[in-house]
């Protein structure tokens, strides 16, 4: 029997394969990370295959924690690296199938669907929002789901997407980026109060 492979799936719309970084984000379950593997220069390629492959890449809950901790031949990490040349996609999770063998597949929603009703928990609490916490109290630099979500424009589109359900994104994005604002302008005011006029 082939062997069995997490984090490795396609994109259903066009069949290209993807590792799935995240496969649920904070506050957004329905979406996920992913690094198109196509288009990738050979030497990230065959580093990201080698770490997917490795007990260390199959034993991470999120493949971004094995990535994070792993470096590519020309000495970057391996999740920021990914993340500054904007190589890591946030895609809907329905528009995703996970192929751990060839004569298998699920949609990464459903997937997420069925870990969660494993561990008694909403699909909502699937994300690693403990380890975000740590990273940002973290002094060395890493790329967060969350920063790098926020930092990313582009979403792969699924396959249901309505102007209802656009429409929503939109909102909950512009709901997150004004609870961002408000929170960087909170840390603006403790640094340097705003001087009230007479």
Do not use: W
Not at 135 to 162: H, I, L, Y
């Amino acid at each position: 029997m082939a062997q069995e492979l997490k984090h490795v799936g396609r994109v259903i719309a066009t069949n290209k394969k993807v590792l799935v970084a995240y496969r649920t984000l904070p506050g957004d379950a329905h979406y996920c990370l992913i690094v198109p593997t196509e288009n990738l220069p050979d030497i990230y390629h065959d580093a990201l295959i080698n770490l997917v492959e490795s007990p260390a890449g199959q034993e991470a809950y999120e493949f971004a924690e094995a990535m994070d901790r792993t470096q590519f031949p020309d000495g970057s990490r391996m999740l920021p690296a990914l993340h500054a040349s904007g190589r890591l996609i946030k895609a809907p999770t329905a528009s995703i199938e996970m192929t751990p063998t060839t004569g298998y597949s699920i949609v990464l929603s459903e997937l997420n669907q069925v870990i969660a009703e494993q561990r008694g928990i909403a699909v909502d609490d699937l994300s690693l929002k403990d380890s975000f916490e740590e990273k940002k109290q973290d002094a060395t630099p890493s790329a967060t789901v969350e920063q790098v979500v926020s930092e990313s424009d582009t979403t792969v589109a699924g396959p249901n997407d309505t102007p209802e359900a656009t429409a929503k994104m939109y909102r909950s994005q512009a709901d997150k980026l004004a609870k961002e604002a408000a929170k960087f302008r909170r840390m603006a005011e403790e640094l340097v109060p705003t001087k009230k006029k007479a």
